[in-house]
C-alpha cells in the first residue's frame, strides 16, 4: 500500500490537504506531518522533525508544497528507508525572490500577521480567491507565533539545498502552476540543471495548486506512483 507524506506550506499546518486527499485512490495513505507553531525551527530543524516522522512500515512518497520543498529536498537527500518518489509542488531550492533578500534584516520585525488576508489569497489562489479562502488561511497562519512566520521568512530568504538536490537518487516529479505568482518559473529551471532528470507536470492553476486543481494534481501523482511501483528495489540508508 502506498503512503504518501505531506509536508506543507508556510502556515506548516497541514490543513489545506483535504481537497487533494479525497482526490486520490481509495487504497492510498496519507500522512501529514504538520509543524510545530511554537517552536521557529530552521530549515535544517524541520528536515530532522519530519525524519522522525516518516513511516516505518512500507514504501511511502514524500510530498513538499511550496514553503516545505527545501525540508522534503534535505529529507530525500539522506535516503530514508522505504522512499521510493519524492513530488515538488510550486516550490524552490534556493530563495525564488533572492531580489527580496536585502530585506532580510526587516524579518526580525515584520508585521506578519498584518498582511492583508484579501490580497494574500489572490497571491496565493488567483482567480479562485474568495472571503472564504482568505478566512481559512488567517486561521491557519494564526496557528504560528509571530515568531515562528518570522523564523519560516528569513529561512526562504536563505535557502539554498541545491547540494542536497544534487544527492537524490529517487525519481522526482515536479509539479509547476502556470500561473504561480509567488514562485517563478525560473525556481524549477534552476533546480533542472541541478537535477536533469526531474519529471514536470505542468497544471493550468495558481500557486495553492493542490488545493485550486486536486483532481488534475490527483492524478500526475497517481501516474507518478504507478511507475514507481513497478521498480524492483526500494532505496534504503546506505543505497
Known amino acids: 500500500m502506498t503512503t504518501l507524506v505531506l509536508l506543507p506550506g508556510l ?7 483535504g481537497a487533494l486527499c479525497r482526490q486520490l485512490p481509495p487504497q ?3 500522512h501529514v506531518v504538520p509543524y510545530p507553531g511554537d517552536q521557529p525551527l530552521s530549515y535544517s530543524e524541520l528536515a530532522r522533525f519530519v525524519l522522525a516522522a516518516l513511516p516505518d512500515d512500507g514504501p511511502f512518497i514524500l510530498l513538499g508544497e511550496s514553503f516545505s520543498g527545501p525540508v522534503a529536498i534535505q529529507v530525500a537527500a539522506t535516503r530514508p528507508a522505504g522512499l521510493i518518489g519524492l513530488v515538488l509542488c510550486a516550490t524552490f531550492a534556493r530563495n525564488p525572490r533572492s531580489i527580496l533578500r536585502p530585506l532580510l534584516g ?4 515584520a508585521p506578519v500577521r498584518a498582511a492583508p488576508m484579501g490580497m494574500l489569497s489572490r497571491c496565493l489562489l488567483g482567480a479562485e480567491a474568495n472571503a472564504s479562502w482568505a478566512e481559512r488561511i488567517r486561521q491557519a497562519m494564526g496557528e504560528c507565533s509571530v515568531a515562528v512566520l518570522r523564523k519560516r521568512v528569513w529561512e526562504v530568504l536563505l535557502v539554498d539545498v541545491r547540494s542536497q538536490l544534487a544527492d537524490i537518487r529517487v525519481p522526482v516529479l515536479y ?3 502556470t500561473k504561480d505568482w509567488v514562485v517563478p518559473a525560473e525556481a524549477l529551471i534552476e533546480m533542472q540543471r541541478v537535477l536533469p532528470g526531474i519529471q514536470v507536470a505542468r497544471i493550468d492553476g495558481p500557486h495553492f495548486l493542490l488545493q485550486a ?10 501516474v507518478f506512483s504507478e511507475s514507481l511501483m513497478g521498480a524492483s528495489e526500494i532505496i534504503t540508508h546506505g543505497d
Open 106 to 109: 526587516l524579518t526580525r520585525v
Open 213 to 222: 486543481r486536486p483532481g488534475p494534481c490527483a492524478e500526475r501523482i497517481a
Open 175 to 177: 509539479l509547476q502552476a
Open 11 to 17: 502556515d506548516g499546518s497541514g490543513d489545506f490537504f
Open 28 to 30: 492510498w495513505r496519507t
